[in-house]
C-alpha cells in the first residue's frame, strides 16, 4: 500500500470519529489524545533518533501553552500565536540544547530537569503574566474570523497531527533523520565523517522542542483555560514512559505509547499520592526490561523472519567500482606533524613525535600495544586537542581542529574499535559517509521533493558501489551490527571512502578479522593505493604493513624510534628490541 492512502485512510478514520461518538466528552478525550501523542511524536524524535534525553518535555507544553495564550488574550490571531508559540519553543529547545551540551554524562540529563522545573515555577509564581494557579482564560480559537466549536476544533487537531506525522516520519526518512540516528550510536563516528554533532543535537532538541510546543498550544484551547498545573514534571515523566514504553526511535511506537500515557493515570488513581513514585519505577522498569519498547520488540520478531533485500550488483557498477578516482594533490608535504605531545594526567602517551607525509604515500604506523598509535590517530583526526606541539595539513595549521573539521578538511578514519552506526543498514552507513556531500536542504528532506528523492537515489548508487569496491555489496542492505568484524571493518572503509578524503587513516584495519578477511582488507588496501590517496595505516599484521607501505613510522612508549621503507625498519636494531619478548617479534620478523 502506498504510504499516502495509509495517512488518507488515518485521516479518514480522524475525521469520522465525531459521528462515531457524537459525545462532547469523547471528543473533548480524543482531542487531549491527538496533542499528547504530538508531544510524543516530539520526544521520539530526540530520544529514539538523537539518543538524546529530555526530563523535562512539559516545559516546552507550558511555554507553547502560554505563548499562544498571551499573544491571542493580546488580540493576535490563534494561527499567528501557533507560529509564535513554535518560534518560541525552538529558540527555547535551542538553548536548552546548548546549554545541556556544556554538560556531559548524567548532568545533562539534569539540565532538561532543571529546565522543567523551572519553567514550572516560572508558571507558578509569576502571577502578573500566567496567572499562576488561578490560571489564564482564552477566548475561543478562532480561525480566519470562524469560530471553531468543539467538534471543529478536534478537526484542527487532526489535521496537525496528520500534518505533523507526516513531516516527521519524512525526516525519519530522510538523510537528516540518518544523521540523528548516527549521531545517537557513534558521535565519534559521525564527526569524523564531517557531522558537526553539536549543532545537530541542538538542531534536534529544537524540533522536538517545536513539536511539543504545538501539542501545548493546542492543548491551551481545549478548555480555553491554562494554569500551571498543568505542566509539572511528572507529565515529563510520562510523556518519556510513552515514548520508551512505545518503542523509541520507532515510527508507530508513539501511538502504543500514548494510549498507556492515557491509560496509567487511571490506574494508578486510587494511589494517587505516590503517583510520582509510580511513574518513576514504572520508566525505570521499561528501560530494563523493554528496551526497544513494544513497537522495536514486534520489530525485532518481524526482522527475524524477513529475508533481507538483496541487491545484484551489475556489471556496469562492477566496473564504476574500479573508477573511483579522487587523487591527493602530487605535492611535496601534504601532512606535517611537529612535536606533538599528548599527556593524560601524568602520563605521557605521546612524546614529541614528529613526521611528514609526502603525497599520496602510504605510511605505517607501528609499535607494540600502548605505544601511542591510537592515540596519534585521535591527534590527527581532531577527536584529541595536543597538549603541546603541531599539526600541519597542506600548510595549513590544523592543530586545534575538530573531527568534523578534519574532515571538511580532507581527513578521515576507521576506528581499532568499530564505530558503526550499528541501526543503520550497510548502505546507510556508507550514505552518511556522504554527509559532506549532500546539497539538499532541511526543507527539501521535511517536504521529500523531487530533488530530495533525485540525491538519496544518486548517493545510494554511489554508496552500492563503494560497498561493492570493498566487495560487500551483498551485504548492503543488511543491518550493520550484523555482520562480522572483518565485515564491518570493510563498511568502515567504505564509509571513510564515502567522505571522498585526501587522507584516509586505518587504526588496525585487520584487527580482529579471519585470514580470509585479513586478505580481502589486504586487496581493498592496495586498491585504494591506486586511487592515489594518502594513507596512514596502523597495524599489527606485518604482513599487510610490509606489503603495502612505502615508508613506517615506529613508536614505543609515545616515541618515534624509528623511520624509513620497510626493508629499513625490518632490520632496525632499535625496532628489533621494542618488539623483543612479545609475540611481535616473530610476526615481525617471520611474516613479511
Ligand atoms: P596503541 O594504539 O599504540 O596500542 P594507545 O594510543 O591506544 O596505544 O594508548 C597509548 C597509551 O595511552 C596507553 O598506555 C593507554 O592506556 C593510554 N591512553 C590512551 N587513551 C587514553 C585516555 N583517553 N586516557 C588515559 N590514557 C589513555
Ligand atoms: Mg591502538
Known amino acids: 500500500m502506498k504510504k499516502w492512502m495509509i495517512y488518507a485512510a488515518i485521516g479518514l478514520a480522524l475525521y469520522a470519529v465525531p459521528w462515531i461518538f457524537p459525545n462532547s466528552y469523547y471528543i473533548h478525550m480524543a482531542q487531549g489524545f491527538l496533542y499528547t501523542y504530538i508531544v510524543v511524536v516530539g520526544l521520539n524524535f530526540l530520544v529514539g533518533l538523537s539518543g538524546q534525553l529530555s526530563l523535562g518535555h512539559a516545559g516546552f507544553l507550558a511555554i507553547g501553552g502560554y505563548t499562544i495564550a498571551l499573544l491571542t488574550n493580546a488580540g493576535v490571531p490563534f494561527l499567528g500565536g501557533l507560529i509564535a508559540a513554535m518560534v518560541a519553543c525552538a529558540i527555547a529547545g535551542a538553548v536548552v540544547a546548548m546549554l545541556s551540551l556544556r554538560a556531559k554524562g548524567p548532568y545533562l540529563a539534569m539540565v532538561t530537569i532543571a529546565f522543567g522545573l523551572l519553567v514550572e515555577i516560572i508558571a507558578n509564581r509569576w502571577v502578573d503574566v500566567t496567572g499562576g494557579p488561578a490560571g489564564l482564560y482564552l477566548s475561543d480559537p478562532n480561525l480566519f474570523g470562524f469560530k471553531m466549536g468543539v467538534v471543529e476544533y478536534y478537526w484542527f487537531i487532526a489535521l496537525v497531527t496528520i500534518l505533523v506525522t507526516v513531516l516527521t516520519d519524512n525526516l525519519f526518512t530522510s538523510r537528516i533523520g540518518r544523521v540523528f540516528r548516527a549521531i545517537g550510536n557513534s558521535e565519534v563516528a559521525s564527526a569524523t565523517v564531517g557531522v558537526n554533532v553539536r549543532n545537530w543535537k541542538v538542531l534536534a532538541f529544537a524540533i522536538s522542542a517545536v513539536i511539543a510546543g504545538i501539542g501545548g498550544a493546542l492543548f491551551a484551547f481545549q478548555n480555553a483555560y491554562i494554569n500551571s498545573d498543568s505542566f509539572t514534571w511528572d507529565r515529563s515523566i510520562l510523556f518519556l514512559i510513552g515514548v520508551i514504553v512505545g518503542g523509541s ?79 591527493a594533490e602530487r605535492s611535496q608535504t601534504v601532512l606535517n606533524v611537529q612535536k606533538a605531545v599528548m599527556d593524560f594526567g601524568g602520563y605521557r602517551a605521546v612524546d614529541e613525535v614528529d613526521f611528514q607525509l609526502n603525497g599520496p604515500e602510504v605510511r605505517g604506523l607501528i609499535g607494540p600495544n600502548g605505544s601511542g598509535k591510537s592515540t596519534t590517530v585521535n591527534l590527527l583526526t581532531g577527536v584529541y586537542l595536543p597538549t603541546s606541539g603541531n599539526i600541519l595539513w597542506k600548510d595549513r595549521d590544523v592543530t586545534s581542529f575538530s573531527p568534523h573539521q578534519m574532515a571538511t578538511a580532507g581527513i578521515t578514519r576507521t576506528f581499532q574499535n568499530l564505530q558503526l552506526f550499528q541501526e543503520l543498514t550497510v548502505v546507510q552507513n556508507v550514505m552518511v559517509g556522504f554527509h559532506l556531500h549532500y546539497r539538499t536542504g532541511f526543507v527539501a528532506n521535511l517536504l521529500h521533493t523531487r530533488g530530495f528523492h533525485q540525491e538519496e537515489q544518486r548517493f545510494e548508487t554511489e554508496a552500492l558501489r563503494l560497498l561493492s569496491f570493498v566487495g560487500l555489496a551483498e551485504k548492503a542492505y543488511e543491518q550493520a551490527g550484523n555482520l562480522s568484524y572483518g565485515e564491518q571493518r570493510l563498511v568502515e572503509i567504505a564509509r571513510a571512502m564515502a567522505v571522498k578524503p585526501q587522507l584516509l587513516i586505518l587504526d588496525e584495519p585487520a584487527a580482529g578479522a579471519s585470514q580470509y578477511e585479513v586478505e580481502k582488507i589486504m586487496k581493498v588496501i592496495r586498491n585504494l593505493k591506486e586511487i592515489g590517496i594518502s594513507i596512514i595505516l596502523v597495524e599489527h599484521h606485518m604482513e599487510i604493513v610490509m606489503n603495502v607501505c612505502d615508508n613506517i613510522t615506529v613508536l614505543d612508549f609515545g616515541k618515534k624510534i624509528a623511520e624509513g621503507d620497510p626493508a629499513h625498519i625490518q632490520n632496525h636494531p632499535h625496532v628489533i628490541e621494542a618488539y623483543l619478548g612479545g609475540e611481535e617479534v616473530t610476526k615481525l620478523v617471520v611474516g613479511k
Open 249 to 327: 526511535g520507532t515510527r508507530l511506537g508513539p501511538v502504543i505509547g500514548t494510549v498507556i500515557i492515557f491509560l496509567l493515570p487511571q490506574w494508578v488513581q486510587s494511589l494517587y499520592d505516590y503517583h510520582s513514585l509510580i511513574f518513576g519505577a514504572i520508566l525505570l522498569l521499561s528501560l530494563i526490561l523493554l528496551p526497544d519498547g513494544i513497537v522495536g520488540g514486534f520489530n525485532r520478531l518481524r526482522h527475524k523472519n524477513k529475508n533481507v533485500k538483496q541487491v545484484t550488483i551489475d556489471n556496469e557498477l562492477q566496473k564504476a567500482s574500479n573508477q573511483v578516482t579522487w587523487a
